[in-house]
């Protein structure tokens, strides 16, 4: 005859309910720990895989590189206003006391790494008032993350200087180095060649073709060659920069400076050139008046 066994809903004991919440903590992906919502907010419990995530061997050298204490989880920088944030999010009842922060700790290496803390406020029997929080390390997609900002606000700066000085200088173009193509072009002194939906590479030769001093046409299209430009901009060398002296689509002989700044348009994943040429007088007389003292 076989034995029929029926689950009913069972209350644990306070004696049986800690020691449960330890084996399922031991389970779960990630690191997982409780600590005392009353200060100096002692930890009760942390998972081995929290204790590896700080690279410890073990719990001993856990509690002294934390204090064991939640705040000696955070690093310093970060505690007081991801404590704030937490605060917040318990004290609004419609959010269900949970609470999500960011931050960075600092592992027993001395090596710097970021968390996401996904926390619970709730009331343990036997223990009071206490959070229940899982944690991850997020340093990877954090920083694609932070780089991905970065490269925004670079791509909006450029867009921003495009349009600040687009009306007062000599030339100023958007160009897309994955198609060859300029976007838009304005200024006050442009060449037949310069137009909106025009090949970079003519406007470069035009540029090069101008100069009136034997050895700057080499100089400037080792310095503004595509290749070269996509690879100033990955390697993070910054602004590509060349003065010469030159014939402009006016008539008028002067001194230009030349520069080109490349970014990443986020939305499409191409690399965006902004480049601008100014007269550039005064300074390369003086640099030229200066080299000619010296020698």
């Given at each position: 005859?076989?034995?029929?066994?029926?689950?009913?809903?069972?209350?644990?004991?306070?004696?049986?309910?800690?020691?449960?919440?330890?084996?399922?903590?031991?389970?779960?992906?990630?690191?997982?720990?409780?600590?005392y919502?009353?200060?100096?907010?002692?930890?009760?419990?942390?998972?081995?895989?929290?204790?590896?995530?700080?690279?410890c061997?073990?719990?001993?050298?856990?509690k002294?590189?934390?204090?064991?204490?939640?705040?000696?989880?955070?690093?310093?920088?970060?505690?007081?206003?991801?404590?704030n944030?937490?605060?917040?999010?318990?004290?609004?009842?419609?959010?269900?006391?949970?609470d999500?922060?960011?931050?960075?700790?600092i592992?027993?290496?001395?090596?710097v790494?970021?968390?996401?803390?996904?926390?619970?406020?709730?009331?343990?029997?036997?223990?009071g008032?206490?959070?229940?929080?899982?944690?991850?390390?997020?340093?990877?997609?954090?920083?694609?993350?932070?780089?991905?900002?970065r490269?925004?606000?670079?791509?909006?700066?450029?867009?921003?200087?495009?349009?600040?000085v687009?009306?007062?200088?000599?030339?100023?173009l958007?160009?897309?180095?994955?198609?060859?193509?300029?976007?838009?072009?304005?200024?006050?002194?442009?060449?037949?060649t310069?137009?909106?939906?025009?090949?970079?590479?003519?406007?470069?030769?035009t540029?090069?073709?101008?100069?009136l001093?034997?050895?700057?046409?080499?100089k400037?299209?080792?310095?503004?060659r595509?290749?070269?430009?996509?690879e100033?901009?990955?390697e993070?060398?910054?602004?590509?920069?060349?003065?010469?002296?030159?014939?402009?689509?006016?008539?008028?002989?002067c001194?230009?400076?030349?520069?080109?700044?490349?970014?990443?348009?986020?939305?499409?994943?191409?690399v965006?050139?902004?480049?601008?040429?100014?007269e550039?007088?005064?300074?390369?007389?003086?640099?030229?008046?200066?080299?000619g003292?010296?020698?």
């Amino acid at each position: 005859m076989s034995q029929k066994f029926v689950a009913e809903n069972t209350v644990l004991s306070e004696e049986m309910l800690f020691p449960s919440l330890k084996w399922m903590a031991e389970q779960v992906p990630g690191g997982f720990f409780v600590y005392y919502a009353r200060e100096p907010l002692e930890l009760i419990y942390v998972n081995n895989e929290c204790i590896r995530l700080f690279g410890c061997s073990t719990l001993e050298e856990f509690k002294e590189l934390t204090g064991f204490t939640f705040r000696g989880l955070v690093h310093p920088e970060d505690f007081e206003k991801i404590q704030n944030s937490i605060d917040d999010q318990i004290a609004d009842e419609g959010n269900n006391n949970l609470d999500y922060v960011e931050y960075r700790i600092i592992r027993r290496d001395g090596s710097v790494r970021w968390f996401d803390d996904y926390g619970h406020f709730a009331h343990l029997p036997g223990y009071g008032d206490v959070y229940y929080v899982f944690v991850s390390d997020i340093t990877e997609k954090h920083n694609v993350k932070m780089d991905m900002e970065r490269r925004t606000r670079i791509y909006e700066s450029l867009l921003d200087q495009f349009d600040e000085v687009a009306d007062e200088t000599l030339t100023v173009l958007q160009a897309n180095l994955g198609t060859g193509l300029i976007e838009e072009v304005r200024g006050c002194d442009l060449y037949e060649t310069d137009y909106a939906g025009g090949s970079i590479a003519t406007f470069l030769q035009t540029r090069a073709e101008s100069f009136l001093v034997p050895g700057d046409r080499e100089k400037f299209e080792e310095i503004f060659r595509l290749e070269n430009l996509q690879e100033r901009y990955y390697e993070g060398k910054g602004t590509a920069v060349f003065v010469g002296y030159c014939l402009r689509a006016s008539g008028r002989q002067c001194f230009v400076k030349f520069t080109g700044s490349a970014a990443v348009d986020p939305n499409s994943g191409d690399v965006i050139v902004v480049g601008m040429e100014t007269e550039h007088l005064y300074q390369t007389l003086e640099e030229l008046i200066c080299a000619g003292a010296a020698g």
